[in-house]
């Protein structure tokens, strides 16, 4: 088996023998060195066998002795196939242009597709698609994942709530969900307010309704702050009871925070590996690895290949080394507190509504023990304390 690859790599012919003495031509072949083999005796004077391109020109010197005649019946190997292909190789590169151009049309965004956008929504999408390189005739596999085309367009465009992303070919479809207008408000149902938590009243905003409670009264959860019933005894009538009720409420917040801590941050180095993956091999068109950084985060996008309509095993990929160092935080115990009473501050107000003020702060315990420090900090808040309750018949 072996044999027969390299003969067909370096070449054979199959020659035909007529004449007297064809054992006797034979055997001079062989006493001289050529490499002949499948040999047939055809008639008595009549041989065939093969053998290597390389021997030809021996093989005729050696015939010019004899008394036979030879002729070259068939050609096998490498170099009569590149020679043969040499011959055809306009045919051979008009193929393969044809195939490359297939490949890389293929590969092109040809449309964008936007549906569910008012005209001046789809121009400033557009726009945006625009900037990020998203256009026709842009090659797909360096544009961005569908999943960071839509983040971005949801981040920079205020006038869409969401929006769809698919590829499909050598097209982008984009489905928008613009933001609605604010609805109309209903009437309200008749209602009380009432406190949704303990608290000592600051201030009263009554839009609608009979307020029952003062400024510095304490109130407690549930309790009635504006009654929806208003009018005099035999002439009362139920509104939707509206307004805000500013109340000073209480809070507490424990914090431990360690006086050292760990952690990793970026530096802004890294280094890029790009590949040509077919199937599971990977192929390095670009190399210039992690070596060097002792600590990284890897980031990895991969873009497939198309023909036509069909998704091809073969893919660009790009690897990319960011490199992080170890950050070792000391706090000083002053420093610590600090940091553990800003830390409360902030646990806070993700607790608290957007409109609440914080109006005083104090320390009620703070220790340091086992390489931390703990806080319990008292806060007083000025929020909203009223919530509606529906008035019911009998009330």
Known sequence: MKNQWLNYLSGSVRVRVHGKGVERFLNTLIRNGVYIWNVQKEEATVASFFILLSDVKKVRVLMRKSECKLYFIEKNGVPFLLKKTWRNVGILFGTLSFLMIIFLLSNVIWSIQIDGAKPETEHRLRQELKKMGIERGALQFKLDDVETIQRKLTNNIEAITWIGVEQQGTTLHFQVVEKKEPKRIEPLSPQHLVAKKKAVITHLFVEEGQPIVTVHDHVVRGQLLVSGIIG????????PARGKILGETWYKSTVVLPLQTTFYVLTGNYKETHYLRIGQLQIPIWWKNKNGFSSYEKETTQRHFRFLHWTLP????????????????????????????????KELKRKLPDDAVIKGEKVLHQTKENGKVKIEMHYQIIENIATPQPIIQGD
């Open 232 to 239: 005099k005894e035999g002439q009362t009538k139920t509104v």
């Open 314 to 345: 073969l893919s660009y990929e790009k690897v990319v080394w960011r490199e992080k160092e170890e950050v070792v935080r000391h706090y000083s115990v002053e420093e610590a507190f600090r940091a553990a009473k800003e830390a409360a501050r």
